[in-house]
């Protein structure tokens, strides 16, 4: 039998009122409570458990939920701008619509999770697990992505320009109608990847594996091999 949350929607809200934003919440159980709308910015969250919670439209900036766990929780339009989310787990969670600009995802466990549409601007996904994960229109401008695993994940219509994805693994990756361009993919392991009609004018390929990858209509300009 699964263990009750620590805290109901009512009494969070309580806490949330009287923390002069300052809410501390390490290793809370959280899960499945109904967190939607909540304003939990700089909320310290670090090691919660917040499986199959609802955290729809809630204000998570500059909030800490390091080590996390958010497997199959619901953030769409959740605001997560400069939130530390080094480690923590968000397999198969909803973040589509999310904003993330600048946000910390190191080491993040995101394996088919939804950020269609999400805003991923300046965001830390260093060698972040995103197999399978739907990025669909997605903005990762600037993005840090080093070493990140995004093998078929779901890029289309995705703006990497000037992104980093330097030793990343992209292996069956769709990337149709990507933005790439000026980004670093040196090293990149791109094999049978999805490159139709996607803009890589001024990408760095250098020593890029592309074995077997669709570059039909792809535009090449100025790329450095």
Known sequence: MSKQPDLTRQELIKLIAGANNQLVLTGANLNGVDLSRLNLSNADLSGADLTKANLTKADLSGATLSDANLTNADLTDAKL???NLIGANLINAKLSSAKLEGANLTEAYLNGTNF????????NLMCAKLSSAKLEGANLTEAYLSGAD???????????????LSIATLSRANLTDADLSGADLSYAKLTDANLSNANLS???LTNAKLTDANLSGAKLEGTKR
């Open 81 to 83: 701008t400069r939130a």
């Open 116 to 123: 269609d549409g999400a805003d991923l601007t300046n965001t």
């Open 150 to 164: 995004l093998s078929y994940a779901n890029l289309t219509f995705a703006n990497l320009s000037n992104a980093d």
């Open 202 to 204: 001024g990408a760095d």
